[in-house]
T-cell receptor, first 116, second 113 residues
Framework: AQTVTQSQPEMSVQEAETVTLSCTYD???????LFWYKQPPSRQMILVIR??????QNATENRFSVNFQKAAKSFSLKISDSQLGDAAMYFC?????????????FGTGTRLTVIP | DTAVSQTPKYLVTQMGNDKSIKCEQNLGHDTMYWYKQDSKKFLKIMFS???????INETVPNRFSPKSPDKAHLNLHINSLELGDSAVYFC????????????FGQGTRLTVV
């Protein structure tokens, strides 16, 4: 099974600054999908950003962007101009392209604190 | 309109009881899932159904039985609840032809006392 590793259990960032959350994964597949989910205290899982492995261009969504390094199997999330509302658990996730294996494999999460 | 809705949001019950968690999606998705989030926040797949057919059944005790009456519903029934079953259970759905999307319900916090 694929494994997803988030090596930073906790991170903090000053409001308006930039922070990068790390994620690495292990797979033998050449095509796959990667995601970052945010889980605020409300518990809701919110999709932040996604990346298809066959696309070389890094995905961006407003203040959120990724640095996808396929050869290194790395998928980091950069949050620019951090806001208090960004405080949450962030989960990196992997999905296989195989039919019948549509589930997500999650990392252990990074708790992000935003300091006013 | 809520896309993926779970009921109840909170469930407190005694050991040995049987309980069910319901999940419904109104997105027209053909695949639904149950994930378990333990006390350390780790999320792991339990079951996956595609068009009412069981696709994934991870190593989960037989006390857990999913039921999918139709494509829009996937319920989770748990027999003989144990203390270790306490967790947050998430329902999710997706479309097999669109692997870049998956939507989650708000989670059900189950506490077994």
């Amino acid at each position: 099974a694929q494994t997803v590793t988030q090596s930073q259990p906790e991170m903090s960032v000053q409001e308006a600054e930039t922070v990068t959350l790390s994620c690495t994964y292990d797979t033998s597949e050449s095509d796959y999908y990667l995601f970052w989910y945010k889980q605020p205290p409300s518990r809701q899982m919110i999709l932040v950003i996604r990346q298809e492995a066959y696309k070389q261009q890094n995905a961006t969504e407003n203040r959120f962007s990724v640095n996808f390094q396929k050869a290194a199997k790395s998928f980091s999330l950069k949050i620019s101009d951090s806001q208090l509302g960004d405080a949450a658990m962030y989960f990196c996730a992997y999905r296989s392209p195989q039919t019948g294996a549509n589930n997500l494999f999650f990392g252990t999460g990074t708790r992000l604190t935003v300091i006013p | 309109d809520t896309a993926v809705s779970q009921t109840p949001k909170y469930l407190v019950t005694q050991m040995g009881n049987d309980k069910s968690i319901k999940c419904e999606q109104n997105l027209g998705h053909d695949t639904m899932y149950w994930y378990k989030q333990d006390s350390k926040k780790f999320l792991k797949i339990m079951f996956s159904y595609n068009n009412k057919e069981l696709i994934i059944n991870e190593t989960v005790p037989n006390r857990f039985s999913p039921k999918s009456p139709d494509k829009a519903h996937l319920n989770l029934h748990i027999n003989s609840l144990e203390l270790g079953d306490s967790a947050v259970y998430f329902c999710a759905s997706s479309l097999r032809s669109k692997p870049t999307e998956a939507f989650f319900g708000q989670g059900t916090r189950l506490t077994v006392v």
